[in-house]
């Protein structure tokens, strides 16, 4: 009887480690596949991310999330320049005097301004400065002057 009872003992024993150690390797197979995965998949996450960066801004600007900028016009005695500028929407534009006189951008037409209301200079905290930033938020073509030289004229074409 003694033995009988060891030799139950050790099938059961024998029979729980077989049954424990099938049922634990497929979690070892799957743990041997992550670290299988992840080691390929690292770098060709890294090379993505190191392409995202590397394309250039004009193609991210066609992309609908824009990054807004910056341009600038200098306004001298010759007049804007550049004279046209292209910009997309929410982009700023920054007007700068470099004439010695006092200027005040405005939006056409002369002297209401209505095409586009909130682009004066005038009616802004940066009235009378020389330097006047812009966001342009409302898509179009946008001529404006200085209401101060009303024959000084330039023009922002806003893009979506
Ligand atoms: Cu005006």
Redesign the pocket.
Known sequence: MKINKIIVLVVGIVVVTVVASMALSPLQNMRENDAYVSPSTFPVATSSVVESIAVPLDTISDVSMHTSQEFFVVYDANGFLPKTITVKKGDTVVFQNRTGTRVSV?SDD??T?LRYPDFDQYRTDQKGLDVFRFVFTKVGTWGY?D?LN?NMVGMVIVTE
């Open positions: 405005a002369h002297p301004h002057h209401h009303a």
